[in-house]
């Protein structure tokens, strides 16, 4: 475990700033990277998650895996581990549930969550942990020069295919739908402001919250995301979901998205009779909605960026010790070495 100062959390003054989570420790990754601004941003939103629930940095745990982004623990002022490949979602199910008052965060990327990982990520999403689970997704495995990933799209050139990509893609929003998963979001690594909103609200939320990043890597997919996380047209080509209001998108707002027969539909506001209260009204609660939005994809549609997904259901680990309470109340206190007693047999000499 990375080491703090040592410190009374009864004396911690929940005044922090993004600096007070900096370890001191230089990133090592590529200038230009993703990552160095999906790292600021969760500083940032860390700080202030301790000033709206006070959680002091000694309540912060950083799990990774194995890859770029699974450095990220090192460059964090709060505990953490370097997990080994794709088990993060497991080490960081033991440490909530065995330590429920922590806030819990996973550190992996689309290789190191998606393919080894997959098992572990699908585990935690079904059962509802109180784990943050961030996935940093560049299309590309980084870390060991350039191979496609699960999120590689296809006839993308890569240096283990080298003629394109001929598998189908997973998409992350879609695999945690089919999950289950009750808080489900998707951001952009340059958005660093929306990013921050997003992890904050991540960190308010009571379950398995996960978010999909959009991560550009410089060096083996540069710019991956351009075509639509580009500053000069982001706004007419990425639709910001916001509950409770409209789906609107482009410079002036003048597009939006309507759900005709099950299926989305982009309209423009004034043309064929499209007037605003026409347009579609996003409910972050309504499972059939929340599934057509994430099945939109730049080009065809806007990119949806925002969260997807966030209800309210019991949690494993509040599942869990209430089981444990009940169990005690009908059975007493368990005895560990009357039940390895109960279960063990003696091999007698022939």
């Known amino acids: 475990m990375q ?27 590529c200038p ?3 990552d160095y601004a999906i790292l600021n941003a969760v500083r940032s939103a860390f700080a202030e998650l301790s000033k709206e629930l006070g959680i002091p940095k000694e309540k912060f745990v950083i799990v990774s895996g194995i890859g770029c982004s ?30 429920p008052d922590l806030s819990v965060w996973v550190v992996t990327g689309d290789g190191d969550g998606l393919a080894i990982g ?9 059962r509802n942990i109180d784990i943050k689970i ?8 980084g870390l060991t020069k ?36 009750t808080f489900i979001a998707r951001a952009i690594d340059r958005d660093i402001k929306r990013l921050t909103e997003i992890i ?37 080509r990425v639709i910001e979901l916001r509950h409770g209001k409209p789906l609107l998108f482009g410079k002036n707002l003048d597009k939006g998205i309507v759900i005709e027969n099950g299926k989305p539909k982009v309209v423009k506001i004034g043309e064929n009779g499209i007037t605003e209260d026409k347009i579609t009204i996003y409910d972050e609660t309504d499972f059939y909605l929340n599934f057509v939005i994430a099945t939109m994809h730049y080009p065809e549609f806007p990119e949806p960026i925002g969260i997807i997904r966030r209800v309210k259901v019991p949690t494993f680990e509040e599942l869990l010790h209430n089981q ?17 007693d109960k279960n063990s047999w003696e091999i007698l000499p022939s």
């Open 3 to 29: 080491q703090l100062e040592e410190k009374s959390i009864s004396q911690v003054v929940i005044n922090y700033t993004p600096k007070d989570f900096d370890s001191g420790e230089e990133p090592r990754w």
């Open 200 to 236: 904050v609200e991540a960190g308010k939320h009571k379950g398995t919250a996960f978010i999909q990043i959009y991560q550009n890597c410089v060096v083996f997919n540069d710019k991956a995301f351009e075509d639509f996380a580009g500053k000069e047209v982001r706004s007419e």
């Open 32 to 34: 230009g990277c993703g």
């Open 324 to 340: 444990i309470e009940h169990a005690k109340k009908l059975k007493g206190e368990g005895n560990l070495q009357k039940l390895i």
């Open 134 to 141: 961030l996935l940093f997704d560049n299309r590309i495995y």
């Open 118 to 126: 997959g098992n572990h990520l699908i585990h935690a999403m079904r």
């Open 146 to 181: 350039g191979q496609y990933s699960p999120t590689s799209v296809i006839g993308q050139i890569t240096k283990s295919s080298p003629y394109g990509v001929i598998e189908r893609s997973v998409d992350p929003v879609m695999l945690a739908l089919s999950q289950g998963t």
């Open 70 to 99: 699974s450095r990220f623990p090192y460059y964090m002022n709060t505990y953490g581990m370097h997990g080994i490949h794709g088990r993060a979602p497991a080490i960081a199910t033991g440490v909530k549930v065995a330590n």
